[in-house]
């Protein structure tokens, strides 16, 4: 596997994804029945990315498959703050490509201070002193060696449930499917379609500029979407499908806990960070 892909993978965990508020605690007092019965689909879908959007912390359990030319797994968990700085602390534990588990990639990161601190064994060759941590600043290796590092870290965006719900608006068949349990909180279960397009006119200009990146190119190409909602409008499990022209697509699974709860991201001990020799890094393949 490609050495930056692995930087990829290991360093900022979810960032890897081939797509990709307190609110009243973790939802699950309420009922997701309640108001979400007196609300079309389309608006209940608004509301949620509201309400979401309110939400500055959360927890993920990603889930990213591939197909086609370049298939593979990769499964990781994490919690995050986006506002008003990112911060984030993420395990990456599993990752698969073309069928072939690749356990060399696996790994932690932390982010904090514009700082990417990662733990991989696969770069553990390019640290000094045998430290099992290696510190990253992002905006000196971009400078440095061209490599968009901040972009990687971008792309933890992708998690970011008040967008991706944001996009599902654009949805013009979206329709409640019924009530279920996901993790023990009773939700609301929607699905739909939306093309690539109505779903980045549903963006501001910033966000839409991220997320060109990722989604697929053909703007016509549809996006199949099913969003499970608790009693509080916040997305309990996400689950989006998408499939290029030359038979290549994938799926994205997010659960999503712990809204608003705070929590704590902080650097390894100094001791156990090293520094790691940029130019051997990216000089190979």
Not at 17 to 40: P, Q, W
Not at 67 to 74: A, C, E, L, N, V
Not at 100 to 124: D, E, H, R, S
Request: aromatic share 6%.
């Amino acid at each position: 596997m490609n050495r930056r892909l692995v930087v990829a993978a290991g360093g900022t965990a979810v960032g890897a994804a081939l797509l990709l508020s307190g609110c009243n605690g973790d939802g699950s007092g309420a009922n997701a029945d309640g108001n979400d019965m007196k609300l079309s689909a389309n608006e209940a879908l608004l509301k949620s990315s509201q309400k979401t959007a309110e939400s500055d912390t959360f927890k993920a359990d990603l889930t990213v498959t591939g197909t086609g030319s370049d298939s593979g797994k990769i499964h990781a968990t994490g919690q995050f703050r986006l506002k008003p700085t990112l911060k984030f602390s993420a395990q990456l534990d599993q990752v698969s490509h073309n069928g072939q588990a690749v356990p060399a990639a696996k790994g932690q990161a932390i982010f904090t201070g514009n700082t990417l601190y990662a733990k991989v064994p696969q770069l553990a060759q390019f640290v000094s002193g045998g430290k099992p941590w290696v510190k990253i600043d992002v905006n000196q290796v971009s400078q440095r060696t061209g490599f968009d590092v901040q972009g990687l870290v971008n792309q933890v965006e992708k998690v970011n449930p008040a967008e991706q719900t944001k996009m599902f608006t654009g949805s013009k068949d979206v329709h409640r499917v019924g009530s279920e349990t996901v993790d023990g909180v009773k939700t609301v279960h929607y699905a739909g379609t939306v093309t690539v397009q109505d779903a980045l006119n549903r963006l501001d200009a910033q966000t839409r500029q991220k997320a060109d990146g990722w989604l697929p190119k053909d703007r016509d190409g549809k996006i199949n979407f099913d969003l499970w909602t608790d009693g509080n409008n916040l997305p309990r499990k996400l689950v989006s499908k998408s499939s290029g022209t030359q038979g290549d697509g994938g799926s994205v699974t997010v659960l999503y806990s712990d809204y608003g709860k705070s929590f704590g991201v902080n650097p390894p001990p100094s001791d156990q960070v090293g520094a790691m020799s940029l130019g051997s890094l990216l000089g190979g393949n």
